[in-house]
């Protein structure tokens, strides 16, 4: 009976184990998948755009080093950082050489100047010597024709002798007129020469004063002087390289400061593919800079980019638009702290730089017209006609514009007009006017896009636009890059065609070289340095980051979720929807999209609960870290010679 109890007993114990056990056990806490789930949503939309981008300057010109013959020697240059203004010395080289050869070539040309006057004093003796001589031989005739006519009243032998005194006469005065002629001929020969090397000696002594005009280069526009860096030289890998400084010898055409015009500045940014589609020139955006943190300035879309590009070497994996919102330049000085007087200078500046039709474009961008097509025409359709390197117009390098007969560059012809006759130049035109110009270019081209066009049609719209409006420039014979040559579309070209047609007629100021005079050239002075108080203190520095939000719609009342919760299932947009207690895949009909989240037009409705994960995709992560975990459990560290803990391995024992 004793044994029974006790077997009891202890079945009892084990039971009470087990129950104890199983019940711990149950406790422990399962590692379930849960997903990240969302609700959806019926309420407004804001539809925004969020871009970044780079304040740039609207307006800047690259000085070059000028051609004085040879490598030049900067004598004295603008303190780095100091506000500079129309007419300011920016940089002077040494101009010795040139003045050497200037007096050379004064020389030369006086030299031939007297060689000149002697010839043609010699010509002038010669003329009356042989005016004398064929005077003579004249009267030689003469009296030899009135002894013939005595030849009825003495003998024949003398009557003879009349007749061939008259016909020697005759062939004397004959021959010394053609010997005359010939003189003459060979004099003006020698005169022309002579006169064509006074030319040659006019034209060197010109070329050797513009290159000392040159020496000073003056500032074109008011700006703050930027130093370059010094390029010519040939340093290693790794090696700095150091700024452009007084006394460095520069080559020819090398770039050595840059004006920044900082009183009127964009935002340059990128926009995705799908982003682009929602923008519009015009559009208002908000930008917040990183350097003024609560800072709101407001701005406009002022272009958009007509062609993606790529740049690889910000590691941008996808092709962008080039977007450049208009800054509110009063909003962004205040807000960096320029009083009310600095505000109305600053923006007074930048009125004035854009009355001397210096720039108009941030900077040559590839997501405008190709270059194939006339610049003139393209910097009208796209409302910008910017300047490149050069100061000229639409980006072309000197100003260059395609137009008449001879197309100049504002480089070579002293300043960045366009061509010959007419043409934009480094003018702006207005909006009245550039509305017009864009208007008349989406008729020709029946709104295409003008990279999407052949050569051929570019060059017969071109002919168009130039027929119908003087604008363009062409027809004319001489260009506004000569000094005292306004150039205009009536000029020689076709100013009366412009107005039958209601086109704008531009004329175009010179920026280049010759805008200065010699005096104004000779007392140009040094910008003074950046001292504190000044406008520079205040004016914000290209490049500054910014964050730029573009408001595209409010959409009222629709069913919303986040984005996210969007997958791809066989071509068609589905959601996870739950159902009871698990998720279901749920096709829906997708409408417009913010930043995060995108309207559903049909498939949900308001209050289901969806997923932010695909539920097939948890599963197989977990299958997959259940399956690794196992293979981690169940492996055994290895031991020399392939045996294990415990157990009789291959291994010498």
């Not at 289901?608 to 492996?635: M, N």
């Amino acid at each position: 009976m004793k044994k029974v109890a006790l077997r009891l007993l202890i079945l009892l114990v084990v039971a009470g184990v087990v129950a104890g056990g199983y019940y711990l056990v149950s406790k422990i806490p399962r590692q379930e998948n849960e997903l990240a789930t969302a609700t959806v949503r019926r309420g407004d939309l804001v539809v925004k755009t969020y871009l970044r981008g780079e304040l740039t300057t609207v307006r800047s010109m690259t000085l070059t080093a000028p051609n004085l013959g040879s490598i030049s020697q900067i004598t004295r240059l603008a303190p780095p950082g100091s506000l500079a203004k129309a007419g300011d010395l920016i940089a002077e080289f040494d101009d010795s050489e040139r003045r050497v050869f200037l007096e050379d070539a004064l020389l030369d040309a006086e030299q031939i100047r007297q060689n000149l006057k002697k010839a043609e004093t010699d010509l002038e003796i010669r003329k009356s010597q042989d005016q004398v001589e064929l005077v003579k031989a004249q009267f030689a005739v003469r009296r030899a024709e009135l002894e013939v006519k005595r030849n009825e009243l003495i003998s024949a032998i003398d009557a003879r002798k009349n007749v061939l005194t008259l016909e020697e006469s005759r062939r004397r005065l004959q021959k010394l007129e053609q010997d005359i002629k010939s003189r003459l001929q060979q004099r003006e020969a020698e005169l022309a020469v002579l006169r064509e090397q006074l030319n040659r000696a006019q034209l060197d002594v010109s070329r050797e004063q513009r290159r000392i005009e040159q020496a000073r280069v003056l500032a074109s526009m008011s700006g703050l002087v930027s130093i370059l860096e010094n390029r010519s030289g040939r340093g290693g890998f790794g090696q700095t390289t150091p700024q452009i400084r007084e006394g460095d010898q520069i080559p020819a055409g090398m770039a050595i400061a840059q004006l920044l015009d900082l009183s009127d500045m964009d935002l340059l940014t990128k926009v995705e593919e799908v982003e682009r589609a929602n923008l519009q020139e015009g559009q208002e955006a908000l930008i917040r800079l990183d350097a003024l943190p609560g800072k709101v300035v407001h701005a406009k879309v002022r272009r958009l980019g007509n062609t993606a590009a790529t740049n690889v070497f910000r590691g941008e994996a996808t092709k962008k638009f080039e977007c450049v919102l208009a800054v509110d330049m009063k909003e962004l000085l205040q807000a960096v702290g320029a009083s009310p007087d600095q505000v109305n200078r600053i923006l007074a500046t930048a009125k004035e730089n854009a009355q001397r039709g210096v720039g108009g474009g941030p900077r040559p961008s590839q997501s405008g017209p190709d270059p194939g097509f006339p610049a003139a025409v393209a910097g009208a359709f796209r409302g910008a006609g910017g300047p490149g390197p050069g100061g000229g117009a639409t980006g072309f390098p000197g100003g260059a514009a395609p137009s008449g007969a001879e197309g100049a560059s504002g480089q070579r012809r002293g300043g960045p007009g366009g061509g010959p006759g007419g043409g934009f130049g480094g003018r702006q035109m207005t909006e009245e006017q550039r509305e017009q110009m864009r208007q008349r270019m989406q008729q020709l081209t029946g709104g295409r896009d003008p990279s999407s066009l052949s050569a051929e049609e570019r060059q017969q719209i071109f002919q168009q636009m130039r027929q119908s409006g003087g604008g363009f420039g062409g027809g004319g014979r001489r260009g506004a890059g000569q000094e005292g040559a306004p150039a205009s579309g009536a000029a020689e070209g076709g100013g009366p065609a412009a107005a039958s047609a209601g086109m704008p007629v531009l004329s175009f100021q010179r920026t280049g070289a010759n805008q200065f005079s010699a005096e104004q050239r000779a007392n140009a002075q040094l910008p003074a340095a950046a001292h504190e108080g000044s406008d520079v203190d205040i004016l914000l520095r290209p490049g500054l980051l910014a964050d730029a939000e573009i408001i595209i719609e409010n959409i009222p009342n629709v069913v919303h979720i986040p984005y996210q919760a969007v997958f791809n299932q066989g071509g068609n947009p589905i959601v996870y929807a739950l159902n009871r207690d698990r998720f279901e895949p749920r096709r829906v009909k997708l409408g417009q999209r913010s930043e995060s989240q995108i309207v559903i037009l049909e498939g949900l409705e308001e209050g289901e609960t969806i997923a932010l994960e695909s539920p097939d995709a948890s599963a197989q992560q977990d299958r997959a870290k259940k399956k690794k975990k196992s293979a981690a459990g169940d492996g055994q560290p290895a031991f020399p010679g392939g045996g294990t803990p415990g157990g009789g391995g291959g291994g010498p024992r």
